[in-house]
């Protein structure tokens, strides 16, 4: 497969890409804009791109909102409590077919990567059975990572460690977390220091979802950063949506981005996610409810942008379309700077692929995975004003997606 007329994000020109198989074999510079040869791909002028990645999503809750009944007060914590009830009318199939038909929306957005949480806070672990299953047989479609993922506490809820480790056995990808949840500092604590064992006996990565909340002590964030410190893994090791930090006041925070940048983690943010359930105890001033992307990324960590639901009992809207996020966080973050804008789609790409630890499974480079998008614009400020999409997405060297985009004519 032979794609012409593409631009590449960094580079001058327009560039040539040849795919053979399931691999990119070369990339080479055209000079100019050349008229399409029958079978070949045009991407005209636009940027060919590695695939969109969503970091972090929870497949397994995804499509249950209102069931059984809605989130009336935007809280996390009702979140929480709404999705403990539809958990009990969970079944394999239910689980699977929901996650597969949100699949297909990420798909359709130019998604290839996905990790998501999965709650194994369940003695019966099915949905995490379901989830595995839809791993294997998405291959086509997506690398998926599951994370085991404790909703309702590693030490406050039953048999919690063992669970974790269950889950383990059964071959998750990534081990999570939520201290903010457990019912004591205590528990938040010691539930780190478990899950970073277990993670380090077993070899896999980390994601926490860590203080999830307003409340400024929370302070976990500390707890898990000095562990990957010390251990050597801050690489492996992912903080999500770390939204207190939104509330820290700069004293604290100017000592704890100095162990970050040692520690050298990794952090998702989800501000859709994070406008829409944070802020809910305010009245005015109302704060904003996310973590401070702007400054992570200042201050050189790696930060990266997700979805985290789509309709859930957590956040009732959402498509798949991960640009959507990232126009929100942007706004949100005061990221709409000139330099930001030039660079916006790290967010979604390359800095998620850092946090997944994808490795060189990842990029547009000889060698690599034949895994790209053509996009609708020629750079990330365009694809960003104009609220581009994906106009075909490329998996395994062949056509996974293809989007016509709408036709408008003015008249008059
Ligand atoms: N569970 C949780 O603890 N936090 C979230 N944002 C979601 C599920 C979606
Ligand atoms: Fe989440």
């Known amino acids: 497969m032979l794609i012409v007329n593409a631009r590449l994000r960094g580079k001058n020109g327009v560039f040539s890409l040849r795919l053979h198989g399931e691999r990119i074999a070369a990339i080479d510079a055209q000079g100019a804009l050349l008229p399409a040869e029958p079978g070949q791909l045009n991407a005209e002028g636009n940027l060919v791109i590695a695939p969109f990645i969503e970091p972090h999503i929870h497949l397994d809750a995804t499509l249950t909102a209102g069931e059984p009944g809605w989130n009336m ?48 806070t369940d003695p019966s672990l099915l949905a995490l059975k379901a989830l595995l299953e839809v791993r294997d047989e998405t291959r086509h479609l997506v690398d998926l990572q599951i994370v085991a993922f404790p909703q309702e506490g590693i030490e406050s809820f039953e048999n919690g460690r063992s669970l974790m480790e269950q889950a ?90 100095r162990l970050l940048k040692q520690s050298a983690i990794n952090f998702v943010s989800c501000p859709t996610e994070s406008i829409h359930l944070q802020g809910r105890f305010d009245t005015y001033p109302k704060r904003r409810g996310l973590t401070r992307v702007a400054e992570l990324d200042r201050a050189g960590l790696n930060v990266c942008f997700a979805q985290d639901s789509i309709v859930d009992p957590w956040y009732p809207l959402g498509n798949g379309n991960i640009l959507r996020i990232l126009e929100a966080g942007l706004h949100i973050c005061h990221m709409l700077g000139y330099e930001d804008l030039q660079r916006g789609l790290d967010l979604i790409t390359d800095n998620s692929a850092r946090t997944l630890n994808l490795g060189d499974g990842y990029g547009l480079e000889v060698g690599r995975p034949a895994n790209l998008l053509i996009l609708s614009a020629p750079n990330d400020y365009e694809m960003l004003r104009t609220q581009g999409h994906a106009l075909v997405s490329i998996r395994h060297g062949k056509v996974l997606m293809e989007r016509t985009p709408a036709r408008v004519e003015v008249f008059g």
Not at 88 to 101: G, I, M, P, S
């Open 73 to 120: 007060s935007g809280t996390l914590f009702e979140g929480i409590e709404l999705w403990g009830k539809r958990k009990a009318t969970v079944t394999h199939e239910d689980t699977k077919r929901r996650a597969r038909t949100t699949i297909d929306m990420l798909v359709a957005h130019g998604i290839q990567h996905v990790r998501s949480h999965v709650d194994v």
């Open 168 to 257: 383990v056995e059964l071959g998750v990808d990534v081990i999570g977390g939520i201290p903010h949840f457990e019912n004591t500092r205590e528990q938040g604590v010691s539930s780190i220091h478990f899950l970073m064992d277990l993670a380090e006996r077993s070899g896999c990565l980390v994601d926490v979802h860590c203080d999830e909340t307003d409340d400024p002590h929370s302070r976990f964030l500390e707890v898990l950063a000095e562990q990957a410190r010390q251990r050597g893994m801050g690489a492996r090791v992912t903080a999500s949506h770390t939204t207190a930090m939104g509330s820290y006041d700069n004293a604290y925070c100017s000592k704890l981005f």
